[in-house]
């Protein structure tokens, strides 16, 4: 796989990572605050389910007390109510009866109310027939709430409970009222906030207005161990069968009434829980088409780029008979199609470039051989005339000047070190038969079979004989020395005549760095700087600086890697 799909692949695997950060972070935030929300939400809802009991209570209450101080009840005479034969029985039940049956019918928290007067045993209920046994008066408590057959009561008596002391009297009679029963379970049912949660409501004797199920006895058991119905604490958490819940609670401080509810955490968390799958699910779908969009460019793109790429690579390593065969029905057809004809017009234009090379590489030997200097020839053809008595002089210098000229005029675009030398040795030799010169040419063998270009080495020491040893009297050495470096061919030319200061060497450095020769240049000097520049590069250029000798030193370096 390409390194740009691998860098698809991580930026994605990246983005992946901040996406699960992120929801994670955004699932609990909004976990914690969908549960604070719930939380506050059930316990007001409690707590108002509980300030609507405390009202009911207080005006069951005031029914109660309202019916002990009517006057319809408060003067009526306990002989009246016994005797069925005095004047006035009928319509003092009557006029009784109906207070009582008017009061439960106006006020919705009253199941019923009873008068029962003590000394008498007299009763008058609300009921069409006495739901009660006189007995049951007998037993309840006169004053405040109670629970009987789990049934919730109010009684009080009059004289009123709350008098003081001194003012109290021995009850005469007292109004009992029976809290509705329906009535509880709609303050009950005001609880419920969320599906799973369940409802109790409690008696004193802590029995339920419905039947509890064992999970619900159990629940109380470890809400009581809690301290959750002490009435000083309204929530808490207990855990049952390993789950977590949560518990509410609200005490009518009257009645003793108990308000409950209690709710699984996990389940305060449905909601969340069902946004996060659904979210998560679109994450990994959106993920997971990105993934099947990225193959589909992988292979209908990227593969194909990456062919594209590895032909450019074969054509930037010299390959120019590389093709594409390919033919996809897209927009690469046509561009693998420009990359054959571009490879195709390189390959001509190389190979016009290689013959253009060619014949500027012969057009400059040849230009090399017309620019030997005639004077050296007809100086040397003078010589011979000059021995013409002496046969060996003359077999010698014809054989040196035969050698010269056949290497000179035949020379191809690239000969080796020691045939390099072998033809400077012959100049030095010719020179040798008309100037006092001594000459030393120091190469180890094995550097002899390096390839060079040919004719660098005579025009050096053609240089250095004119130019430096001719007209210093007493100069005559010319030293070439070959030595190999860690990247190059050192190759030198040394004498011991007139050398340069370095105002000297900086100028001929310009006039040889020009791209054409000027006046007063050395024509042997810029041909081989040129040369040298063209074939190896500005590495491989004439370099100068004085010696021991007090002349000077002319050399240049040939790269290792000369393709």
């Known amino acids: 796989m390409s390194k740009t799909m691998k860098w698809i692949f991580l930026c994605i695997g990246s ?45 069951t209450e005031l029914s109660t007390f309202s019916v002990l101080s009517d006057s319809r009840i408060r003067f009526i005479q306990e002989n009246s109510l016994i005797n069925q034969g005095a004047p006035d029985y009928v319509e003092k039940n009557s006029t009784a009866r109906s207070l009582l049956v008017d009061r439960v019918q106006n006020d919705e928290t ?106 619900d006895s159990t629940a109380l058991e470890q809400i009581v161990a809690d301290g959750g119905t002490q009435g000083t604490k309204t929530r808490g958490e207990f855990r049952l069968s390993g789950e977590k819940f949560l518990y509410f609670v609200e005490t009518d401080k009257k009645s003793g009434i108990k308000l409950m509810t209690y709710l699984p955490v996990s389940n305060l968390l449905e909601p969340v829980q ?3 799958k659904i979210t998560v699910f679109g994450i990994f779908l959106i993920l997971g088409s990105a993934l099947l969009f990225l193959l589909l460019f992988y292979k209908s793109i990227v593969q194909q780029l990456n062919l594209l790429t590895a032909k450019f690579k074969q054509v930037e390593n010299g390959d120019l008979e590389t093709s594409i065969d390919k033919r996809p029905g897209n927009e690469f057809g046509y561009v693998f199609e420009q990359f054959n004809q571009m490879v195709v017009g390189s390959r001509h234009l190389l190979n016009s470039l290689l013959k253009e090379q060619a014949s500027r590489n012969q057009a400059e030997i040849k230009q090399l051989q017309f620019q030997i200097n005639p004077h050296f020839l007809y100086n040397s053809l003078g010589y011979l005339v000059a021995v013409s008595h002496d046969q060996e002089a003359v077999r010698t210098m014809s054989a ?28 030095l030799e010719i020179m040798l038969l008309r100037k ?20 660098l080495i005579q025009p050096l020491i053609e240089n250095a004989i004119q130019h430096g040893i001719e007209g210093k009297i007493g100069a005559h050495w010319v030293c070439v020395s070959v030595e190999k470096t860690a990247t190059a061919l050192k190759v030198s030319v040394e004498d ?16 040889l760095s020009r791209s054409e020769r000027g006046e007063g240049v050395s024509i042997g000097l810029w041909n081989v700087n040129q040369r040298l520049i063209n074939r190896y590069g500005k590495g491989a250029r004439l370099q100068f600086t004085g010696n021991e000798l007090g002349g000077l030193t002319v050399f240049f370096y040939r790269p290792d890697n000369t393709d």
């Open 496 to 511: 011991d005549g007139y050398g340069m200061n370095e105002t000297k060497i900086k100028q001929l450095l310009d006039a």
């Open 110 to 215: 009253l199941a019923s109310l009873s008068a029962y007067w003590l000394k008498s045993g007299a009763l008058i209920s609300s009921y069409d027939t006495v739901f009660e046994a006189v007995e049951f008066y007998e037993t309840i408590p006169k004053n405040g709430w109670f629970v009987n057959g789990n049934r919730l009561f109010f009684s009080a008596a009059y004289p009123y409970s709350f008098l003081k002391s001194a003012q109290r009297q021995e009850p005469q009679y007292f109004v009992t009222a029976e809290f509705s029963r329906y009535h509880l379970e709609e303050v009950r049912d005001l609880i419920s906030n969320t599906e799973n949660s369940r409802n109790l409501l409690l008696f004193p004797d802590f029995t339920s207005i419905s039947q509890m199920t064992d999970t």
């Open 436 to 455: 006092d010169l001594e000459y030393l040419i120091d190469v180890a063998p094995e550097l002899r079979e390096e390839p060079i270009l040919p004719i």
């Open 15 to 59: 983005f992946l990572l901040m996406v699960l950060i992120f929801f994670f972070l955004l699932y609990s935030y909004s976990a914690e605050n969908l549960r604070e929300t719930i939380e506050r939400a059930t316990q007001k809802q409690v707590a108002h389910a509980a300030y609507l009991l405390k009202s009911d209570i207080e005006k």
């Open 400 to 427: 040196h000047l035969a050698d010269y000229y056949q290497y000179s005029t035949r020379v191809s675009q690239e000969t080796t070190l020691g045939k390099e030398l072998d033809f400077a040795e012959n100049y």
């Open 274 to 276: 069902r946004v996060a």
